[in-house]
């Protein structure tokens, strides 16, 4: 739907609606690979790293850092591409374009973690509190916003 100059929404062509939807529907596809490659690769993190360079699974943690921060990245790269595709509110509770240059950053600052050579449960670590500053930002946008306190949006 488009935004009309007093306010009213107009409605979009089917085919504009249909490839609204196919943006939407195709860009969840890289999110849930990320967050399932996520969850793959903490069994490694976490497992007895007893053999040197490699974890309990053979599998060489410089490996287990890379891949976990990619799909983290990834993650966070399609989180971005998907808020790109939001209407936007007449108050919006975060500025999209903001929070689309923070979720790239975060997707960077990911990338850069594997080259600090921490250890995969270190590495799980950071991206952890990468996550957590991406939460705090949003947390505060919602109460600093007139949403915050009303009881009839979530």
Avoid: C
């Avoid at 903490?42 to 360079?53: F, M, Q």
């Avoid at 490699?54 to 490996?63: D, L, R």
């Amino acid at each position: 739907m488009k935004a009309a100059s007093d306010g009213q929404r107009e409605p979009v062509s089917r085919a504009e609606r249909t490839r609204q939807l196919a943006r939407w529907i195709y860009l969840h596809l890289p999110l849930l690979m990320g967050i399932a490659a996520i969850g793959a690769m903490l069994e490694y993190a976490v497992a007895d790293p007893s053999t040197g360079s490699e974890n309990g699974h053979g599998t060489p943690q410089a490996a287990v850092g890379w891949i976990m921060s990619g799909a983290f990245a990834l993650v966070y790269a399609s989180l971005a591409a998907l808020e790109s595709t939001l209407e936007p509110e007449k108050t919006p509770l975060l500025d999209v374009a903001r929070t689309v240059w923070m979720r790239l950053a975060t997707a960077v600052a990911a990338l850069i973690l594997p080259l600090l050579s921490l250890a995969p449960v270190g590495m799980a670590l950071g991206l952890e509190g990468i996550q957590a500053l991406n939460g705090w930002v949003d947390v505060r946008g919602w109460f600093a916003s007139e949403h915050a306190g009303r009881t009839d949006v979530h």
